[in-house]
């Protein structure tokens, strides 16, 4: 950023890659607003999400320039993929913006990535000499590439089951676990153990639960072979291994209140480690949700699967509790969970597994426990509106689709439109008027910065033609709710709930940092 802005002082050009690496980090660094932070600069929630819009369709226009095509490099690779790592958890995944991060794979194919450590290419730095701070970045990105696309291959969405990079085709080692003012254009001054907390932690934790999401659709049947059902011997044994994920934490990732306790000073030298901590639970414990989801329901009845019933619902309350967990953490030192799709579909669909087992057994001894937790889940998603309107709408979107199901197979819910109904259809008609329906779903072909990405943004920043978002539902709205929901829930048989679990989908891109 100095280099840039000296250059422009003495009457240089700046270079276009430079300059949309800088609109991508300040985009980011939009999006991240905090109170303290809008105090400090003297400006308000708007002006930060109009910053945000604006830097982005910067960043999108030096893409997009005809006449000044970008060319691989490592500055382009990461400046898009910040881009496209920042609209797809603000605004939604779309094939769109799918091709960001198809463009970013097709750079690192022209530079060799993916060869980057092979024996010749190491020899030829030896001899040749490097920058080894450009080489570390490149394996920062590339192993942050490959982790994205195996943590979604096991995360509730679409594509799951699939991945595109195989292990065997790459050849890139692990970035180190070291500072970034340990690392030099000549080398790399302290690689350390795992053990040590570094800024690179997180990172490197990340890509080992991205492996164990890559081992699990190994081990998984295919997806292609829809009527054949695995060996339940081989659930059990990926449950052993997130449980084993778990245990193979650095203690300063580990959530235990002795680990908490000891590492008290560390998450006080790098604050980041206690987001990262809940994150990386929150992560494995949505893994663990959709590993035993199938079983779920048949597990209340039968013997065999009775683990799989008790394994869902921990994990379940596990993702809610570390979603309220979140909140805890000052906003400087951590995220934004109620800005992210990631966080709400995995809380959505933790509650709604709560919820489907109250329906089904109403009389057990935690039952009302379990649907306060329930509806303080949904509560929570609500609020997110004043948030990410995006968001919302697809949490609402959700909600409809789930009542809409129920009412197909009961018709004993009331004919009345409760009010949470009539915010969902005004806000589906605002979004259909924005065009971020066709954003989500539009097919293959360029970005477009002036129409469908500046309508996606738009949504995103909380605004819509009609002047705002519907109001909360309210307590009276989540009562209602609750009550269709339960009058209907029990008379759907197994394999209709699993069907309908398997249909809930946000349409979310690429899961957030970390996982």
């Known amino acids: 950023m100095e280099q840039t802005y000296q250059g422009m002082l003495d009457g240089e050009q700046p270079m276009p890659t430079n300059l949309m690496l800088?609109?991508?980090?300040?985009?980011?660094?939009?999006?991240?607003?905090?109170?303290?932070?809008?105090?400090?600069?003297?400006?308000?929630?708007?002006?930060?999400?109009?910053?945000?819009n604006n830097y982005c369709r910067l960043a999108i226009s030096i893409l997009e320039h005809p006449l000044e095509p970008v060319q691989p490099s490592t500055t382009a690779i990461v400046a898009i993929a910040t881009l496209a790592h920042l609209l797809a958890n603000t605004v939604g995944y779309s094939v769109k913006i799918g091709l960001l991060q198809t463009r970013c794979f097709l750079m690192t194919q022209a530079l060799q990535i993916h060869?980057?450590?092979?024996?010749?290419?190491?020899?030829?730095?030896?001899?040749?000499?490097?920058?080894?701070?450009?080489?570390?970045v490149q394996r920062r990105f590339w192993w942050n590439m490959v982790a994205s696309d195996w943590l979604s291959s096991f995360s509730g969405r679409a594509h799951e089951g699939t991945y595109m990079f195989q292990p065997r085709h790459m050849r890139v080692n692990y970035p180190s676990n070291t500072d970034d003012e340990l690392l030099t254009a000549i080398g790399i001054q302290q690689d350390l153990p795992s053990s040590v907390p570094t800024a690179m932690s997180g990172p490197l934790q990340r890509i080992r639960l991205a492996t164990l999401c890559r081992e699990m659709v190994d081990?998984?049947?295919?997806?292609?072979?829809?009527?054949?059902e695995p060996e339940y011997e081989v659930i059990l044994a990926l449950d052993k291994k997130c449980h084993e994920c778990f245990e193979k934490m650095p203690d300063f990732y580990q959530m235990n209140s002795e680990s908490i306790q000891r590492n008290q000073d560390i998450c006080k030298e790098r604050p980041y480690?206690?987001?990262?901590?809940?994150?990386?639970?929150?992560?494995?414990?949505?893994?663990?949700?959709?590993?035993?989801?199938?079983?779920?329901?048949?597990?209340?009845?039968?013997?065999?699967?009775?683990y799989s019933h008790s394994a869902c619902i921990r994990s379940a309350q596990a993702v809610l509790e570390l979603r309220r967990a979140m909140d805890d953490i000052d906003p400087e030192d951590g995220g934004y969970p109620a800005r992210f799709w990631r966080v709400a579909q995995h809380v959505?669909?933790?509650?709604?597994?709560?919820?489907?087992?109250?329906?089904?057994?109403?009389?057990?001894?935690?039952?009302?426990?379990?649907?306060?937790?329930?509806?303080?889940?949904?509560?929570?998603?609500?609020?997110?509106?004043?948030?990410?309107?995006?968001?919302?709408?697809?949490?609402?979107?959700?909600?409809?689709?789930?009542?809409?199901?129920?009412q197909k197979q009961q018709p004993r819910i009331s004919t009345s439109q409760p009010r949470y109904l009539t915010g969902m259809k005004q806000l589906s008609v605002a979004a259909r008027e924005t065009g971020l329906n066709s954003t989500l779903t539009s097919g293959p072909g360029e970005l477009s910065t002036t129409n469908e990405v500046d309508q996606s943004l738009q949504m995103q920043s909380g605004c819509t033609p009609s002047g705002g978002l519907t109001d909360d539902i309210g307590e009276e709205g989540w009562q209602q709710l609750w009550?269709?929901?339960?009058?209907v829930a029990p008379d759907l048989d197994?394999?209709?709930?699993?069907?309908?679990?398997?249909?809930?989908?946000?349409?979310?891109?690429?899961?957030?940092?970390p996982v």
């Open 219 to 228: 081990a998984l049947p295919s997806i292609l072979l829809d009527t054949q």
């Open 115 to 136: 060869r980057l450590d092979t024996a010749q290419a190491q020899e030829e730095r030896r001899v040749k000499g490097c920058d080894m701070i450009e080489v570390e």
């Open 273 to 306: 480690i206690t987001w990262q901590r809940i994150n990386f639970h929150f992560s494995v414990h949505t893994r663990l949700c959709r590993l035993h989801r199938h079983y779920h329901l048949e597990g209340m009845t039968n013997p065999k699967y009775a």
């Open 348 to 406: 959505f669909l933790a509650a709604l597994i709560l919820a489907t087992d109250v329906s089904f057994n109403p009389n057990a001894p935690d039952a009302e426990a379990r649907k306060t937790k329930v509806l303080a889940a949904y509560k929570t998603l609500e609020k997110s509106k004043q948030e990410s309107g995006s968001l919302i709408e697809g949490v609402q979107r959700n909600m409809q689709t789930l009542m809409s199901t129920l």
């Open 22 to 52: 800088l609109f991508s980090i300040f985009s980011g660094a939009a999006l991240v607003w905090s109170p303290r932070l809008l105090e400090n600069l003297n400006a308000t929630q708007d002006e930060a999400r109009a910053a945000f």
């Open 483 to 487: 009550s269709d929901f339960v009058a």
């Open 494 to 513: 197994v394999p209709q709930w699993n069907s309908l679990l398997n249909d809930i989908d946000f349409g979310s891109g690429w899961l957030d940092g």
